[in-house]
């Protein structure tokens, strides 16, 4: 097999991590001896082990006393290189050192400060051969989330809306009206299990009163954020609820009451999608998916502070309404969601 076949197991293995390891990157590993995979393992959960030690314990478990001798006969291959800092978990590269590996074969190489190449170095200074930049891009594309908080210092941006087949996005005052299908909200709540975060307006907070959970597909709910400069959602609706974190972005005041965490802002009527980029880079949180409403979506689409865009197209026209946002993108795909049309969008432009 190829390398790039061993590489492309390790991103089957590590998106079984997904929305469990943020801030981390998403990791797999694949041990293999004579063309066979001899264990496997991938970063299960922030704080616990990452992939390549989770994978040379597969080997140890399957193998026992051989195992020592097949690990020095043995290319280990991971998409992210091996870390050389001591975080969470002891470094890495120090551990297929300490089992003398003969090679390891990488996909990206770890943009990090505490990594960014020492890992690489760490084996080769022990005589391991190493080669890196296997399906690079894949690989990258693959951890974007990661990579925009690394490199560009924002979480990853998703805009998600439905719109009717004739282009609108709600109605004309304001009260709800659904527009997609059963199918398509099930698949939002996947999308939410794998989202560090989820954005909306007040308006949407007010009119629709969502729980923003993810509670038609199994995973965790995102912490839900909305922006509220004046404090005027009620108390009582669902985002208050103890289903998951909440963050008030807000004029009024900095506080924290059970999960509700209240973030004073100066002048939100400026610069907003800049401003909430860069305190969730500083809260650490690598990716959100804004739901609404058209109001908060173009101001992320008027910033250019978005990543990929969601939106759903309904076989139904309304006879009026509010018009939805226009993209400008690359159409990257485009599938039927039961009814609905569902478009992928992605901004090559930031
Ligand atoms: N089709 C779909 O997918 C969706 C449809 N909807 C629908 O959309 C409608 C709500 O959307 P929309 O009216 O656009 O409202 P939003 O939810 O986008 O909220 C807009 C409000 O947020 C506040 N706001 C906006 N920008 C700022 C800023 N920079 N600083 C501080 N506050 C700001 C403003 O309140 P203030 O005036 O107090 O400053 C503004 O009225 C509802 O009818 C809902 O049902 C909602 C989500 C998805
Ligand atoms: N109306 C509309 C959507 N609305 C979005 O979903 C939110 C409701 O979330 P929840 O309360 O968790 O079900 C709502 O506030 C708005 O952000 N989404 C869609 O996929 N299609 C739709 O037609
Ligand atoms: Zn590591």
Same mark, same amino acid.
């Given at each position: 097999?190829?390398?790039?076949?061993?590489?492309?197991?390790? %991103?089957?293995?590590a998106? %079984?991590?997904? /929305?469990?390891?943020?801030?981390? &990157?998403?990791?797999?590993?694949?041990?293999?001896?004579?063309?066979?995979?001899?264990? *496997?393992?991938?970063?299960?959960?922030? /704080?616990?082990?990452?992939?390549?030690?989770? !994978?040379?314990?597969?080997?140890?478990?399957?193998?026992?006393?051989? !195992?020592?001798?097949?690990? $020095?006969?043995?290319?280990?291959?991971?998409?992210?290189?091996?870390?050389?800092?001591?975080?969470?978990? &002891?470094?890495?590269?120090?551990?297929f050192?300490?089992?003398?590996?003969?090679?390891?074969?990488? /996909?990206?190489?770890?943009?990090?400060?505490?990594?960014?190449?020492?890992?690489? #170095?760490?084996?080769?200074?022990?005589?391991i051969?190493?080669?890196?930049?296997?399906?690079? #891009? *894949?690989?990258?594309?693959?951890?974007?989330?990661?990579?925009?908080?690394?490199?560009?210092?924002? &979480?990853?941006?998703?805009?998600?809306?439905?719109?009717?087949?004739?282009?609108?996005?709600?109605?004309?005052?304001?009260?709800?009206?659904?527009?997609?299908?059963?199918l398509?909200?099930?698949?939002?709540?996947?999308? +939410?299990? #794998?989202?560090? !975060?989820?954005?909306?307006?007040?308006?949407?907070?007010? @009119?629709?009163?969502?729980?923003?959970?993810?509670? *038609?597909?199994? /995973?965790?709910?995102?912490?839900?954020?909305?922006? =509220?400069k004046?404090?005027?959602?009620? $108390?009582?609706?669902?985002?208050?609820?103890s289903? !998951?974190?909440?963050?008030?972005?807000?004029?009024?005041?900095?506080?924290?009451? =059970?999960?509700?965490?209240?973030? $004073? @802002?100066?002048? @939100?009527?400026?610069?907003?999608?800049?401003?909430?980029?860069?305190? %969730?880079?500083?809260?650490?949180?690598?990716?959100?998916?804004?739901?609404?409403?058209?109001?908060?979506?173009?101001?992320?689409l008027t910033?250019?502070?978005?990543? *990929?865009?969601?939106?759903?197209?309904? &076989?139904?026209s309304?006879?009026?309404?509010? +018009?939805?946002?226009?993209?400008?993108?690359?159409?990257?795909?485009?599938?039927?969601?039961? %009814? =609905?049309?569902?478009?992928?969008y992605?901004?090559?432009?930031?």
């Amino acid at each position: 097999m190829t390398h790039e076949f061993y590489i492309k197991r390790c %991103l089957e293995l590590a998106v %079984l991590g997904i /929305g469990n390891v943020s801030p981390n &990157p998403m990791v797999g590993c694949v041990i293999v001896v004579d063309d066979k995979i001899i264990g *496997e393992g991938y970063h299960q959960k922030y /704080g616990e082990a990452h992939a390549e030690p989770n !994978a040379v314990k597969a080997v140890i478990d399957r193998f026992g006393a051989d !195992a020592e001798t097949l690990l $020095q006969q043995a290319t280990a291959y991971v998409n992210l290189e091996p870390c050389a800092h001591f975080g969470k978990t &002891p470094p890495c590269a120090d551990l297929f050192v300490k089992h003398k590996l003969k090679k390891v074969v990488i /996909g990206n190489r770890d943009p990090f400060s505490g990594v960014d190449g020492k890992g690489i #170095e760490k084996l080769k200074n022990a005589r391991i051969e190493v080669e890196s930049g296997i399906l690079d #891009e *894949e690989c990258k594309y693959f951890n974007r989330r990661f990579f925009s908080r690394i490199q560009k210092q924002r &979480p990853y941006i998703i805009l998600k809306w439905a719109e009717t087949a004739n282009g609108y996005f709600s109605t004309l005052d304001g009260h709800q009206k659904w527009i997609s299908g059963a199918l398509a909200k099930r698949l939002t709540h996947q999308w +939410r299990t #794998e989202e560090d !975060a989820i954005l909306i307006g007040k308006q949407t907070a007010i @009119m629709d009163n969502p729980q923003l959970t993810s509670r *038609e597909w199994p /995973g965790k709910n995102p912490v839900r954020l909305v922006i =509220d400069k004046d404090l005027q959602v009620p $108390q009582s609706n669902h985002i208050f609820n103890s289903a !998951a974190k909440t963050i008030i972005f807000n004029e009024v005041k900095t506080d924290v009451i =059970d999960n509700v965490h209240y973030i $004073q @802002m100066e002048d @939100m009527h400026f610069y907003l999608a800049q401003k909430i980029a860069f305190q %969730l880079y500083l809260m650490d949180v690598q990716s959100v998916i804004i739901e609404g409403g058209a109001n908060i979506l173009n101001q992320f689409l008027t910033a250019n502070l978005w990543d *990929e865009a969601r939106v759903f197209t309904a &076989p139904n026209s309304w006879p009026n309404g509010l +018009r939805s946002p226009i993209i400008n993108g690359e159409l990257r795909e485009q599938i039927h969601i039961g %009814l =609905d049309k569902l478009s992928i969008y992605i901004n090559h432009t930031i």
